[in-house]
């Protein structure tokens, strides 16, 4: 059984450029969630794609999109790169629509300069 | 709004010590609650996850207990090691329409020293 990978595991943008992220879920997990993490702080949830349909969102712009494709594997794309969106962007997968364990990747290192 | 705090923000202990992390959360209608470590720069790994409807959950030198009527869990590490030097995170999933996402605090910094 294979975990949650994600791509890639650094990068470097400059202020204004846009950037996808991808995500593989765990085998037989139909439910993704993509979380932010600042520098010190706790991960902050972005939205959440079950059976390829967005079923949640946080307080994130729309200049943060997403897609599940019918793998379940997913992306993040980020529009209008700004300084502070340089973090951690951490994948997670489930079952059921997120109400199970939930699963980690090891995240991408995002830096905006 | 759901917020949770984690106390303290870090810890370091000798090593073979039991020591206990504190979650709390404000809002006591949680789905479930799970714990997370970190080790520095890379993804989270879930230690253990409690149902709303159970009081504990162990996992090897791991304990866990929730207490949804004071708003309240601990993780209980027994014979602390090096090894577990890591910040470890907690992560309330709300019930009813909001149960897709963890609400997660800053965590504790946990430092075992030798």
């Known amino acids: 059984e294979t975990g949650v990978t994600q791509s890639p595991t650094h990068l470097i943008k400059t202020r204004g450029q846009q950037v996808t992220l991808r995500c593989s879920s765990q085998s037989g997990h139909n439910t993704v969630s993509w979380y932010q993490q600042a520098l010190g702080q706790g991960p902050q949830f972005i939205f959440q794609?079950?059976?390829?349909?967005?079923?949640g969102r946080g307080n994130f712009p729309p200049r943060f999109s997403g897609l599940q494709f019918p793998n379940y594997s997913s992306e993040l794309n980020v529009n209008a790169l700004e300084l502070d969106d340089s973090a951690l962007y951490l994948c997670a997968s489930s079952l059921g629509g997120g109400r199970t364990e939930a699963f980690f990747g090891q995240g991408t290192r995002l830096t905006v300069v | 709004k759901q917020e949770v705090t984690q106390i303290p923000a870090a810890l370091s202990v000798p090593e073979g010590e039991n020591l206990v992390l504190n979650c709390s959360f404000t809002d006591s209608a949680i789905y479930n609650l799970q714990w997370f470590r970190q080790d520095p720069g890379k993804g989270l790994t879930s230690l253990l996850l409690i149902q709303s409807s159970q009081r504990e959950q162990t996992s090897g030198r791991l304990n866990a207990s929730l207490d949804k009527s004071s708003g309240r869990s601990t993780l209980y590490i027994a014979a602390s090691q090096p090894g577990d030097s890591a910040t470890y995170l907690c992560a309330v999933r709300l019930s009813g329409g909001s149960n897709y996402k963890l609400t997660f605090g800053k965590g504790t910094l946990l430092t075992v020293n030798p």
């Open positions: 794609y079950y059976r390829e349909e967005e079923n």
